[in-house]
Nanobody, 129 residues
Framework: HVQLVESGGGLVQPGGSLRLSCAAS?????????????IAWFRQVPGKEREGVFC????????YYADSVKGRFTISRDSGKNTVYLQMSNLKPEDTAVYYC?????????????????WGQGTQVTVSS
């Protein structure tokens, strides 16, 4: 298992940008880097179902973005820091949610997994004027 810590949330006006970070604060016993893992970002609004925003099998995988964020959100990595970033641009009020990153051991042939083993604590993003 890997321990994940999100940061970077906050209040932003519509049309603004934020960059969320998902850092591996503690690696597994095998010392696998975060690049090895399947990574996903989810968001959730109270009273609504959790929504998948992004997922990728591993560092070399083909990323998947939900239609609601495609063209506005982009993933990047800093392997030296074991950190994945979610760059969010042209934010809309409907992007308001708690954002979570998640990780799991990769499954060959699947960019997005049905279940992730490790989750961060979440970071609040509020888009409002």
């Amino acid at each position: 298992h890997v321990q994940l810590v999100e940061s970077g949330g906050g209040l932003v006006q519509p049309g603004g940008s934020l960059r969320l970070s998902c850092a591996a604060s503690k690696l597994s016993r095998a010392n696998l880097p975060l690049d090895y893992y399947a990574i996903a970002w989810f968001r959730q609004v109270p009273g609504k179902e959790r929504e998948g925003v992004f997922c990728v099998n591993s560092e070399d995988g083909v990323p998947y973005y939900a239609d609601s964020v495609k063209g506005r959100f982009t993933i990047s990595r800093d392997s030296g820091k074991n950190t994945v970033y979610l760059q969010m641009s042209n934010l809309k009020p409907e992007d308001t949610a708690v954002y979570y990153c998640a990780a799991a051991l990769p499954v060959s042939g699947y960019e997005c997994l049905a279940q992730y083993d490790d989750w961060g604590q979440g970071t609040q993003v509020t888009v409002s004027s």
